[in-house]
C-alpha cells in the first residue's frame, strides 16, 4: 500500500480577503438572466437540470420523511417477496388509503418503489437494497432523533440546541454513561447490524501483513473482529470495550464457533491502559465520536501498546477535507455536531493525529465506497 501526501494548509490572512463574487455567479443570480436562459435553446436545457437539482435540495426534506415512513411501516419488508396493492399496504399499515396513495407515490418518486401494470406496488433495485443491507433501516428509523435536532438549523448551527442525539449515544461520554443496560443494548444492535458493509470494505482496503494478534478497541459486540477472525483464520482475536458492552460478543464467537480464539478484555481507554501484545489495533468507527484531545490521548495509548513495527488500522466515514463530499460533509459532520462530543474529520485531519502520536508511514488507499468507510494505517517505527 503506498503512502499518500496527507497534508492540511491553513488559510493565509491574505486569502480571507472579502473579495467580490465573480461574475458568473453575478450573472446567474440575475433575475433576467435566468429568464432569458430559460428560452434560448442553448441554455434552457441547463437551466431545467439546474432547476431539478435545487428543488431536490429544497425538497429534500420531504424525501426524507417518505423514505422513514416507508421503513417505520415496514414497507419496503412487505414488498420483499411479493408485490402488493394499495389497499394490501394500507390496510397491513394501519393507513387510511388516500394517504396511503400519496405515501405510495411519494416512494415511486423516489425511486425505492415501482408500480407494475396491474397497480400493485414492488421494490426498485435501490427499494431491494434499502430492504437487505443489514442495519440500514434501523439507521433511517432512529433518524426521527436527528430530525429533531435539526428543527431549528440556525440554532443548531449556532450551538443553541440541547441534541437528543446525545442521549441516545450517552456511551461517548465514557464508561459511566453507558451503564444503562438498553441505552448499551440499542446502540450494541444498531452498530453490530451496521457493521457488515464497514467490515467488508475495510477489510478489502486493509494490510493484514504477517499480524499474528489482532485487538480491536471500541468494537462493541465484536461484529467487525468476528468478520476478521472469519478472513484471517489463525489470527488471536482480542475485544476491548466498555463492560456494559462487550458481553454479548460471546454469544456471537460461540455461535461462529471461534471462542477459542477471542480474548475479551472490558475497560475504557478513557481511563484504563490499552494491553500490549498485538502487532495490530483498530479503531473502526470510534474517532468521529470523541474530540480533538480525547482522540490524541487515544492514539497515543495505542502506539504506547503496539510493539515497534505494530500497525494502527482507522476506519470511518470522513470529510472530503479541501473536496467537500455530501455523504462526510453534509450528513456525518452534522451527525457528530448533534451528538456534541465529537467530529467527522478529513483523511488528512486523521492522519495529521496520528503522525502527532508518533506514527510513520501513514496511509490511505482510495476508499470503495465513502459514504462507508475510508481506511488510514500507521506504523510504530520506533
Known sequence: MADVGLSTSPVSPSQQTVRRASWVTRLVA???????????PLTRRIVRREGDAMFDLVAGFCHSQILQALVKLGIPDMLRTAQLDETALARAAAVPLARMRVLLAGGVAIGVLKQGRHGDYGLTVRGAALAGVPGLAGMIAHH???????????????????????????????????????????????MADSQTLVAADTLALADFGQTRSFMDVGGGTGAFLAAVGQQYPALALTLFDLPAVVDAAHDRFDALRMADRLTVLSGSFRDDPLPAGHDM??????????????????????????????????SEPMTGGASPQKAGDAYFALYCLAMRTGKARSPAEIAALMAQAGFAQISAPRSRRPFITTVLQGVRQS
Open 144 to 190: 426521527d432523533v436527528l430530525y429533531r435536532d435539526l428543527a431549528d438549523p440556525v440554532a443548531f448551527f449556532r450551538g443553541e440546541v440541547e441534541t437528543e442525539l446525545a442521549a441516545f449515544w450517552p456511551y461517548v461520554f465514557g464508561a459511566g454513561a453507558a451503564a444503562d443496560p438498553d441505552a448499551a443494548a440499542t446502540y450494541s444492535q444498531l
Open 281 to 314: 489495533i483498530s479503531l473502526v468507527r470510534v474517532l468521529y465520536d470523541h474530540d480533538d484531545a480525547t482522540v490524541l490521548s487515544l492514539l497515543g495509548a495505542v502506539f504506547k501498546a503496539l510493539p515497534v513495527g505494530g500497525r494502527l488500522l482507522v
Open 30 to 40: 440575475s433575475p433576467r438572466f435566468q429568464s432569458w436562459a430559460a428560452r434560448f
